[in-house]
Structure formats: structure tokens, C-alpha cells
Nanobody, 126 residues
Framework: QVRLVESGGGSVQAGGSLRVSCVVP????????MAWFRQAAGKEREGVAV???????IYADSVKGRFTISKDYAAATLYLHMTSLKPEDTAMYYC????????????????????WGQGTQVTVSS
């Protein structure tokens, strides 16, 4: 059974920074496509960033230039570094792994991932 365990969420004021983490299986960190999604209250889940198995990264337009997705291979951990946070970034953040769609996972952000974490809440106050 594959477990993805997120942590690092919390409350921050607008303009601040936060980093969320997702521990993944060690055998998957180098070869699987992984991503971060978020879901605000009353809204659909949306893609935030993807880290492809080839090292390519893509971002949603709403977070480009502010968020960075990265991996620590030794720690088998996926990160999302968030800066210049805005109240509209408030959401539950989920990591996902094991892309099941056709084509490269970094063509566009799609929800076709087999495994999902339980989520970590990020709240940005104005």
C-alpha cells in the first residue's frame, strides 16, 4: 500500500512564506511523476505544480513565480515552497503521485494520479 504523508501546513499572513512536505515511498521518489493540488472550501480541486519523472516542472498560472516544487531524494520527500502568499491561496493542499494519464505528466496539470495524501491545511490571512 502506497502512503503519501503531508505536513507543514499552517496559518500565515499575506505576503508570508510556508513550505509543505510530502513523504513518499523511497522507490518512487526518483521515477514517479508527482504533484501538488489544492482545494479551497466550496471549490473544486485544482492543480498547483507538477514534478515530472524527467525533472521538468510546471505550474498553474496563479502560482507561477511564487511557488516552487522540489524533491529531496535522500529524504524521499516532495516539497512545495510557497512565497508571497495571498488569501486566495487558502486551501487544503494535497500531494499526488503515480500519474495514470496518457502522455507526459508535465504537458499540463491533470488530476490523473493514482495515489493521494490526506492533505494539509494552509490558511493565509489578510
Amino acid at each position: 500500500q502506497v502512503r503519501l504523508v503531508e505536513s507543514g501546513g499552517g496559518s500565515v499572513q499575506a505576503g508570508g512564506s510556508l513550505r509543505v512536505s510530502c513523504v513518499v515511498p523511497r522507490y518512487a521518489i526518483s521515477t514517479w511523476c508527482m504533484a501538488w493540488f489544492r482545494q479551497a472550501a466550496g471549490k473544486e480541486r485544482e492543480g498547483v505544480a507538477v514534478f515530472g519523472s524527467d525533472g521538468r516542472t510546471i505550474y498553474a498560472d496563479s502560482v507561477k513565480g511564487r511557488f516552487t516544487i522540489s524533491k529531496d531524494y535522500a529524504a524521499a520527500t516532495l516539497y512545495l515552497h510557497m512565497t508571497s502568499l495571498k488569501p486566495e491561496d487558502t486551501a487544503m493542499y494535497y500531494c499526488a503521485a503515480g500519474f495514470t494519464g496518457r502522455g507526459p505528466c508535465t504537458g499540463e496539470i491533470r488530476r490523473e494520479f493514482r495515489y493521494w495524501g490526506q492533505g494539509t491545511q494552509v490558511t493565509v490571512s489578510s
